[in-house]
């Protein structure tokens, strides 16, 4: 794949529809800032970076909620890339707007690192606006 933040995001959102406790995907500092950010948010129980056959991988423990005793949802209903390599999509501080009434969170990549669109908006910073997690 040519993109390796939408091989991220689709790796993320098939293993929570086929049910997987963990994904690992190959490392990099972006990819690792994007999984800190949803470990925060409570998207993913846990991100872990870990050495496998000489490469770096993150190993991401999914999260999942309980509505009975045979049945479980993801935590992540939703993932959506929305700055793609054809096309950046930059946001300035005051056009950053919240993701579904503020049940999602965007991530942004600033000046000052990849933060959130409310972390972003308080620190008047605007940036590239990689994606939408719900």
């Not at 049910?19 to 994007?34: C, P, Q, Y």
């Not at 999260?63 to 300035?92: C, D, F, H, L, W």
């Amino acid at each position: 794949m040519l993109d390796p933040i939408s091989e991220m995001l689709t790796k993320i959102r098939n293993a929570q529809m086929a049910g997987h406790k963990t994904v690992m995907i190959s490392a990099s500092k972006l990819k690792m800032a994007l999984a800190k950010i949803l470990e925060k948010e409570g998207f993913v129980d846990s991100v872990a970076k870990e050495k496998q056959n000489d490469f770096d991988v993150i190993k991401i423990a999914l999260k999942y909620y309980t509505i009975s005793n045979t049945n479980k949802t993801p935590a992540i209903k939703g993932i959506r890339r929305i700055s793609k390599e054809g096309q950046r999509i930059y946001v300035k501080s005051k056009d950053v707007r919240s993701v579904k009434n503020n049940y999602g969170v965007a991530l942004i990549s600033t000046s000052k690192g990849v933060m959130t669109d409310y972390d972003a908006k308080k620190a008047g910073l605007g940036g590239e606006y990689v994606c939408e997690v719900w």
